[in-house]
Every structure is written in structure tokens, then in C-alpha cells.
């Protein structure tokens, strides 16, 4: 893919997500049914704003790219006849969202059959977008555009850990492994979804850690944190790019420790 078409996708990206915030934000803060997908005792809220959020996305793409593939966490996989897929989560963060609170974000990637090639993550509400490609990572608001870099963190000592939710691990010894990098940590905390991911972009956290995901879920987090000189993979240090166990690094040196300590639980 050259650079001029690379620029035109992400462009098109951009107003997907413009598209979506439009019609998300009518339902932030009000009152809304939540559904449950899960019928075994637990809980994986969707709510319109997901449902007609990712709709609008996937129809706008389905008519300027006929060609491309579509993944979306609401409905499903279309084929792609040119090896080029989007990959979409309407609101991630949909516990947030309902909650009221800003810790979520319209994820979009496109992915060549190899890996992700861009990724945004938009937060209408607050007006921020954080964009990634081999082009480079940057994040704006408000008209202004800011490139994005991570922070040096040599050490685990001196790193600032999060993930989303404790209950959110795959399983327990998934979330015992994470304390234990946690430990040797300068502070670790809760909550945050794709924001986390944004914000280690940003050069404010060393380190994300989480696992159970899906492939919508960090598609289009791992173009942005490459891009600002980050360094994202699975638990034995491979592709993230199909979810699962995944560790996120500002610096190449925390992630090679994090990643030492988590080894034995990698699958």
C-alpha cells in the first residue's frame, strides 16, 4: 500500500468515526435499556448506541469499498475479496459508557491480511482522536493535532501499570500473574479500556495487561502504539493482533520484564 492510499483510508476512517460519535452521543448520559449478550450468569452489556453505531460504519464502508471485509463485535464477519478487513468495536468500553463515565472510545482498524495497517480511537464526548499508522501517531482535539510518543521506562520500579477490570481476566491465574508484575511496580490501577492504550501512547503510562480479548477489541490500539515507539504483543511475545492475552509497553525494557514474569501463564 503506498503512502497516498494509506493517507486516503485513514482519512475515510476519520469519518466513520465522525459518523458513529454522531450517533452515539444522543445516548451518553440518558436514560437507555441495556441488553445482556451472555445468558450463563454473566454480563456483556450492548445498548442501541453500539448497535446503530457500528450499522452506520459498516454501511459506509460496505458502499466505497464494496471489497473490503468487515469484523464487527455486533454483527459479525463479512469477507473480504481483496485481503484488506476492517475491524470495528462500536464503544469499547460499553460499562463505562452506560455508567456514564468518558473511559470509552469507537475503535477502528484495518487490517491487510498480515496486521493492522491504522487504527483510531475516537472519544466523541471529549473530542479527542488518537491515530495510527506507519505514518506516524498523533493525537487531536479541537482542531490541533499532537504527535504522540511513549515515555522511556528502563525499570518495572519506576513503571505505572493498569488494566481494565480485575473480574475482566480470562481466569484467575491470569489476573494473579498481572499482581505479580503489578508488584515490582511504582503504582498500578483499574479501569480504562482502549483508553489505557491511548494514554501509554501518549508517554503517560508504562505498561496494559490484559487478556480475554477479542480481535475488534485491540486492533486499532496496535497501529497507535507502534507508531509512538511502543511495543504491543501477546504473552509469549507474538501478534496481538487476534486478541487473547495481551501486554502493551511504552518501552521495549519494561515490556521484556513484564513479559519475563508472565511467561508461565502464556498460552
Same mark, same amino acid.
Given at each position: 500500500?503506498?503512502?497516498?492510499?494509506l493517507r486516503t483510508l485513514i482519512?475515510?476512517?476519520?469519518?466513520?468515526?465522525?459518523?458513529?460519535?454522531?450517533?452515539?452521543l444522543p445516548h451518553f448520559r440518558?436514560?437507555?435499556?441495556?441488553?445482556?449478550?451472555?445468558?450463563?450468569?454473566?454480563?456483556?452489556?450492548?445498548?442501541?448506541?453500539?448497535?446503530?453505531?457500528?450499522?452506520?460504519?459498516?454501511s459506509r464502508i460496505m458502499a466505497?469499498?464494496?471489497?473490503?471485509?468487515?469484523?464487527?463485535?455486533?454483527?459479525?464477519?463479512?469477507?473480504?475479496?481483496?485481503?484488506?478487513?476492517?475491524?470495528?468495536?462500536?464503544?469499547?468500553?460499553?460499562?463505562?459508557?452506560?455508567?456514564?463515565?468518558?473511559?470509552?472510545?469507537?475503535?477502528?482498524? /484495518?487490517?491487510?491480511?498480515?496486521?493492522?495497517?491504522?487504527?483510531?480511537?475516537?472519544?466523541?464526548?471529549?473530542?479527542?482522536?488518537?491515530?495510527?499508522?506507519?505514518?506516524?501517531?498523533?493525537?487531536?482535539?479541537?482542531?490541533?493535532?499532537?504527535?504522540?510518543?511513549?515515555?522511556?521506562?528502563?525499570?518495572?520500579?519506576?513503571?505505572?501499570?493498569?488494566?481494565?477490570?480485575?473480574?475482566?481476566?480470562?481466569?484467575?491465574?491470569?489476573?494473579?500473574?498481572?499482581?505479580?508484575?503489578?508488584?515490582?511496580?511504582?503504582?498500578?490501577?483499574?479501569?480504562?479500556?482502549?483508553?489505557?492504550?491511548?494514554?501509554?501512547?501518549?508517554?503517560?503510562?508504562?505498561?496494559?495487561?490484559?487478556?480475554? /480479548?477479542?480481535?475488534?477489541?485491540?486492533?486499532?490500539?496496535?497501529?497507535?502504539?507502534?507508531?509512538?515507539?511502543?511495543?504491543?504483543?501477546?504473552?509469549?511475545?507474538?501478534?496481538?493482533?487476534?486478541?487473547?492475552?495481551?501486554?502493551?509497553?511504552?518501552?521495549?525494557?519494561?515490556?521484556?520484564?513484564?513479559?519475563?514474569?508472565?511467561?508461565?501463564?502464556?498460552?
Open positions: 500500500m503506498q503512502d497516498a492510499e482519512e475515510f476512517a476519520g469519518t466513520l468515526a465522525d459518523a458513529a460519535g454522531a450517533v452515539i440518558s436514560t437507555l435499556d441495556v441488553d445482556n449478550k451472555k445468558n450463563d450468569g454473566k454480563f456483556d452489556p450492548v445498548t442501541i448506541a453500539d448497535r446503530d453505531a457500528e450499522q452506520i460504519i459498516r466505497a469499498y464494496s471489497e473490503h471485509g468487515i469484523l464487527g463485535e455486533e454483527f459479525g464477519a463479512l469477507e473480504s475479496s481483496n485481503g484488506l478487513t476492517w475491524c470495528i468495536d462500536p464503544i469499547d468500553g460499553t460499562r463505562a459508557f452506560i455508567m456514564g463515565l468518558p473511559q470509552w472510545g469507537v475503535l477502528i482498524a /484495518l487490517h491487510d491480511g498480515a496486521a493492522p495497517v491504522l487504527g483510531i480511537m475516537d472519544q466523541p464526548f471529549t473530542g479527542e482522536r488518537f491515530i495510527g499508522s506507519r505514518l506516524g501517531a498523533h493525537a487531536t482535539r479541537n482542531g490541533k493535532s499532537t504527535p504522540m510518543r511513549t515515555r522511556a521506562c528502563a525499570a518495572l520500579a519506576d513503571a505505572v501499570l493498569t488494566t481494565t477490570h480485575p473480574g475482566a481476566f480470562g481466569k484467575t491465574s491470569e489476573h494473579d500473574a498481572y499482581l505479580r508484575v503489578a508488584a515490582h511496580t511504582r503504582m498500578h490501577r483499574y479501569g480504562g479500556d482502549c483508553y489505557s492504550y491511548a494514554m501509554l501512547a501518549h508517554g503517560l503510562i508504562d505498561l496494559v495487561i490484559e487478556t480475554a /480479548l477479542q480481535p475488534y477489541d485491540i486492533q486499532a490500539l496496535i497501529p497507535i502504539i507502534q507508531a509512538a515507539g511502543g511495543v504491543i504483543t501477546n504473552w509469549r511475545g507474538g501478534p496481538a493482533d487476534q486478541g487473547g492475552q495481551v501486554i502493551a509497553a511504552g518501552d521495549a525494557r519494561a515490556h521484556a520484564l513484564a513479559l519475563e514474569i508472565l511467561k508461565a501463564d502464556a498460552e
